[in-house]
Every structure is written in structure tokens, then in C-alpha cells.
């Protein structure tokens, strides 16, 4: 009858498997939890903008194609001696279409309209066909839509995702920047107080 071979015996005095392998991994770990901290930690809306208290940088953006009556607009639009709302958004964007009703309320709202506040949408890398459909659905809140298709204007406007909203003063100069979906509080805790500060 055939014998099994004999097992090989274990070396008790091998040395333990490096724990170098297991680096990258930690190192990576560490890296995710670092951005989930930063992500969700603080007020999103307070992020840091370079271009506050400046000129709005030189751009062009051409009106939404199939919409004929809607205008597009450029940095010289924003230098008309007028308050001017700039919201960033996308159709594809969740959180875009959870403020939409808010932006909607905001471009009716007597401080806004009384003080001639011009609300102008910026429709980052989106087609026309579903920006229609936005709009169609939720309506529409913007005097002039600019189709940033490449979604170069939104970079040079420091933009880190949609939506965003800028508040630019009568001159060109950037007032305040608000990142994140405009919610019912900042609605009138952040956003009406600080159209008030840009029409002084």
C-alpha cells in the first residue's frame, strides 16, 4: 500500500513575512480617510476662493443651442453697473435640481427684482437637449444661459463642482462665492444678506 510523502517540516525559526507588502495599502487607507475628513468636515460653502474682491476673469459663452430666446454672456454682460447672480449647474447634477426651486424663488424674490438683480445660469459641460428638459421640468430662472460645454469658463472661475453660485457686484468684481446646493437656510441666512452687501 502506498505511503503518503511525508509532510515537509515547518521552519520555526523563519523569519515573520515583511510587513513592508502591507505598506501601500495603509498608505492608501490613510489617504482615503484623510479626504473623507476633509470632505465632510466644516462648511463646504466656506471653501476658499482666490477670486473674491476681483474682476471676474475674461470669458465668452454662447447661448444653449435650441433655446432662441436665451441669450449667452460674457465677463463684459457682468460689468453693467448691475448685481448679478452667476449659478453654476448641470442637468446631470443631483443636487442641482434639489436647489432648482430655490434659484426658481430667488429670481423672484422682490429684493432681487426690485433691485434689478440679474440671476444668469452657467451650464457646465452639459447638452442641449438635456439642459431643455431641466428647464422644461423645473422652469426657468435665468434672464441668460452661457453653454460652458468644455467647462474651461467654470475652471478659470476656480469652480470645484456644481452647483456653485457667484455673487458679482455692478463693476465685474467677484462678492461672494457660495459652494454646495443653496438650501432653504442659506437662502436667507447667507445668500439674500449678501446680494444686500453687493448693492451697497
Excluded at 468636515?41 to 444653449?64: E, H, N, Y
Aim: hydrophobic share 45%; net charge neutral.
Amino acid at each position: 500500500m502506498p505511503t503518503s510523502a511525508p509532510r515537509p517540516e515547518t521552519d520555526k525559526n523563519a523569519a515573520p513575512r515583511p510587513l513592508l507588502i502591507f505598506l501601500p495599502l495603509f498608505f492608501f487607507a490613510a489617504l482615503v480617510a484623510l479626504f473623507l475628513v476633509r470632505l465632510y468636515s466644516g462648511d463646504a460653502s466656506l471653501l476658499p476662493s482666490a477670486l473674491i474682491g476681483r474682476q471676474v476673469p475674461a470669458f465668452v459663452l454662447p447661448p444653449v443651442e435650441g433655446l432662441p430666446d436665451k441669450q449667452g454672456f460674457s465677463d463684459a454682460d457682468l460689468r453693467q453697473g448691475k448685481v448679478t447672480l452667476v449659478n453654476v449647474f448641470a442637468s446631470w447634477c443631483v443636487p442641482c435640481h434639489q436647489e432648482h426651486e430655490l434659484i426658481m424663488r430667488l429670481s423672484a424674490d422682490p429684493l432681487v427684482t426690485s433691485a434689478g438683480v440679474r440671476v444668469l445660469g452657467l451650464a457646465y459641460k452639459d447638452d442641449p437637449q438635456s439642459i431643455k428638459r431641466f428647464l422644461a421640468e423645473g422652469g426657468d430662472p435665468f434672464a441668460r444661459i452661457g453653454a460652458d460645454r468644455k467647462g474651461r469658463t467654470a475652471i478659470d472661475w476656480g469652480v470645484y463642482g456644481v452647483p456653485e453660485t457667484f455673487i458679482v457686484k455692478g463693476d465685474g468684481t467677484i462678492a461672494y462665492r457660495f459652494v454646495g446646493p443653496v438650501t432653504e437656510d442659506s437662502y436667507r441666512e447667507t445668500i439674500l444678506p449678501e446680494i444686500k452687501k453687493a448693492l451697497r
